[in-house]
């Protein structure tokens, strides 16, 4: 729009055009007139951006816009993963109101995650100086914390009550206080971006440069003895041990070490030098005495080391591979690509490894983070492209005696301050004593109710005594009435009964005289039907008769004229007998004259040719 800014989307909105570009700017132009060669204004004359109601958008560029079929919502796309919506209203362009379509997404790359066991929660971190809860069940956004700092990794509480954040010069142990992350403990500790609770939670161990500290959650202590040295590269991963004896760790150096708590001390399991281990991980086998201890490295290939041995078994992959995880059930062992500048798909290996897998396409960029739910029905996976992807597992390689899953009973509990439970508690005092004066003035109430419905009562109660009374009196009178009306209709049916006797014997007497009258004129009609019958008869005989001798003289003169047609038959024959004899006679006599004439004409023509022949031989 002749004002220096990049034009990235356009889309048609109710005879208009909505465009949008850098700055998260939108412009919204209306159709003046059609055909006209500048058929569109203008609305806003200056540029609406997003940012202005949402700061946290920053210079985010619009990618895309989309309206809804209606017209009536505008969506909008943002480069740093946000999708915005807002409500069109040409009339009103100047206030419209923007807000996310779902959530507030993580706007850069995404570097930690976790998951606590207790509740369906899942912690992220990301350059973009924000903390975000998830629950993974509802797919909700629960919690979002913004700091003045990057947060270079995070851990969550199997609890899912507190979490560690590693920031670049400190480590901070904070409380999930009903829909805030609140911070109250701080330890000076720079670079912290692995870091890992034990299985119970009561211990964590922190990855500073190339030391791990392992703290006492509860007290946020670290005794001389949990501090490890031993690595000489920044530590990459850490993976505790399943009784919480010890733990595993890797570096960038390509060293794998194992350490116990118990006495305190560790030793290298395998160094390659020069080779970074992105991530380690231990596997049991079907007897838990037997465990194996897995690497993915940065030359393309994963590290396998039976406990107890010193033989290393490498498996080639192809690509550089991350975080690695294994199921609960030790079914599959998941793998994240982390190639710089190229898509980062998972892999899903089948464990004991044959080298079969799965790939699965995921992130835009590399995958860094993974993590399995505790009951192995989820997987989260996060990359350098700011998404979150939460995938259902199904596991193919469960018998039909295994349980389907790890039972597990989630928590609804909320963690509160104290200031905020004093604070609680006063309230709900409050609120006790308001009850209290509430009950008292319903009780009052209800007394006053009660007077006011006794005294109602009473006149109910008169006034229900005077209409028995009343009812009384009319149910004599209707009794009287009933005894009267009973005596006129027994009068009344006696005179009826009388009048109907009578009325019987006189329509017995007619009809006994109407059945002798009929039963007369029946035996005259017999009568006559006899006569009649004997009459038919006989016309019939005649009828017969005559019929009879009709045939028989038709007959006659049918074989009469039979015969005449036999005879007529024959002399035609004779005839035409006679007729086809004379006919070969003719013709043969025909035939015999033309072929002497023939002859004759023959012989004189060879006579003459014989002369002439002749005549020029002298």
């Known amino acids: 729009p002749n004002e220096g800014l990049a034009i990235e989307a356009i889309v048609t909105m109710n005879k208009g055009l909505t465009i949008g570009g850098e700055n998260n700017s939108l412009y919204f132009f209306a159709l003046e007139s059609e055909g006209a060669k500048n058929s569109y204004e203008r609305i806003n004359k200056a540029p609406i951006t997003i940012s202005s109601q949402l700061p946290e958008i920053g210079n985010a560029r619009i990618k895309s816009l989309a309206?809804?079929?209606?017209?009536?919502?505008l969506v909008i796309s943002l480069d740093n993963n946000q999708l915005i919506k807002a409500e069109y209203n040409p009339q009103n362009i100047e206030h419209i109101k923007f807000e996310y379509l779902h959530y507030n997404s993580h706007y850069a790359a995404i570097n930690g995650l976790d998951v606590c066991i207790k509740k369906q929660l899942i912690v992220t971190s990301s350059t973009d100086k924000?903390?975000?809860?998830?629950?993974?069940?509802?797919?909700?956004?629960?919690?979002?914390?913004?700091?003045?700092?990057?947060?270079?990794?995070?851990?969550?509480?199997?609890?899912?009550?507190?979490?560690?954040?590693?920031?670049?010069?400190?480590?901070?142990?904070?409380?999930?206080?009903?829909?805030?992350i609140v911070s109250y403990k701080d330890i000076v500790l720079k670079s912290c971006k692995e870091i890992k609770f034990c299985n119970g939670g009561h211990m964590v161990a922190v990855a500073c440069i190339s030391t791990i500290h392992v703290f006492n959650f509860y007290t946020g202590e670290c005794p001389p003895n949990f501090i490890f040295k031993g690595q000489d590269a920044n530590i990459t991963s850490i993976c505790w041990m399943s009784d919480d004896s010890g733990f595993l760790s890797a570096d960038w150096n390509g060293t794998i070490q194992k350490w116990k708590l118990n006495p305190a001390g560790g030793d290298v399991l395998f160094s390659a030098?020069?080779?970074?281990?992105?991530?380690?991980?231990?596997?049991y086998g079907k007897d838990a005495k037997e465990k194996w201890v897995y690497a993915a490295a940065a030359d393309k290939k994963i590290k396998e080391l039976k406990d107890k041995t010193t033989k290393i078994r490498d498996m080639e992959t192809g690509v550089i591979l991350g975080d690695l995880v294994v199921t609960r059930k030790q079914h599959y062992v998941i793998a994240a690509v982390e190639e710089k500048q190229k898509p980062g798909p998972l892999r899903?290996?089948?464990?004991?490894?044959?080298?079969?897998?799965?790939?699965v396409e995921a992130h835009s960029q590399e995958a860094r983070r993974l993590r399995v739910s505790y009951n192995d029905k989820f997987l989260f996976s996060v990359g350098a492209d700011g998404c979150l992807f939460i995938f259902e597992l199904k596991d193919q390689?469960?018998?039909?005696?295994?349980?389907?899953?790890?039972r597990i009973v989630y928590s609804n509990e909320i963690l509160y301050s104290k200031m905020e439970l004093e604070g609680k508690y006063g309230e709900k005092e409050k609120l006790d004593e308001e009850n209290e004066e509430r009950k008292l003035e319903n009780e009052r109430q209800q007394e006053n109710l009660k007077a006011l419905k006794m005294k109602e009562l009473e006149i109910q109660q008169?006034?229900?005594?005077?209409?028995?009374?009343?009812?009384?009196?009319?149910?004599?009178?209707?009794?009287?009435?009933?005894?009267?009306?009973?005596?006129?209709?027994?009068?009344?049916?006696k005179k009826v009964m009388e009048e109907f006797e009578k009325s019987k014997e006189e329509e017995i007497l007619h009809h006994k005289e109407k059945m002798e009258e009929e039963q007369n004129r029946l035996a005259e009609l017999e009568k006559s039907i006899k006569i009649q019958s004997e009459e038919h008869k006989k016309e019939m005989?005649?009828?017969?008769?005559?019929?009879?001798?009709?045939?028989?003289?038709?007959?006659?003169?049918?074989?009469?004229?039979?015969?005449?047609?036999?005879d007529h038959q024959k002399a035609l024959q004779e005839e035409i007998k006679h007729a086809e004899e004379e006919y070969h006679d003719n013709r043969d006599g025909m035939e015999k004259e033309t072929w002497e004439l023939l002859n004759r004409e023959s012989v004189a023509n060879y006579t003459e040719m014989d002369k002439g022949t002749k005549a020029k031989a002298d």
């Open 130 to 180: 924000t903390v975000r809860i998830w629950d993974y069940d509802k797919k909700s956004l629960e919690i979002s914390q913004s700091f003045t700092e990057e947060a270079h990794g995070v851990a969550f509480h199997p609890s899912g009550f507190h979490l560690i954040v590693g920031f670049t010069d400190k480590l901070r142990f904070m409380n999930v206080i009903d829909k805030k």
């Open 462 to 493: 008169d006034l229900y005594r005077k209409e028995v009374e009343e009812g009384k009196k009319n149910l004599q009178l209707l009794e009287d009435e009933k005894e009267r009306t009973i005596k006129a209709y027994e009068e009344n049916l």
């Open 67 to 73: 309206r809804s079929k209606n017209g009536q919502w």
């Open 397 to 406: 390689k469960q018998g039909k005696g295994e349980k389907e899953d790890i």
């Open 541 to 566: 005989e005649e009828l017969m008769a005559k019929f009879e001798a009709e045939k028989r003289s038709l007959q006659e003169e049918d074989a009469r004229e039979m015969k005449k047609l036999n």
């Open 348 to 359: 899903v290996y089948d464990f004991p490894f044959t080298g079969n897998f799965v790939e």
């Open 273 to 283: 030098k020069g080779t970074k281990m992105n991530s380690v991980i231990e596997v």
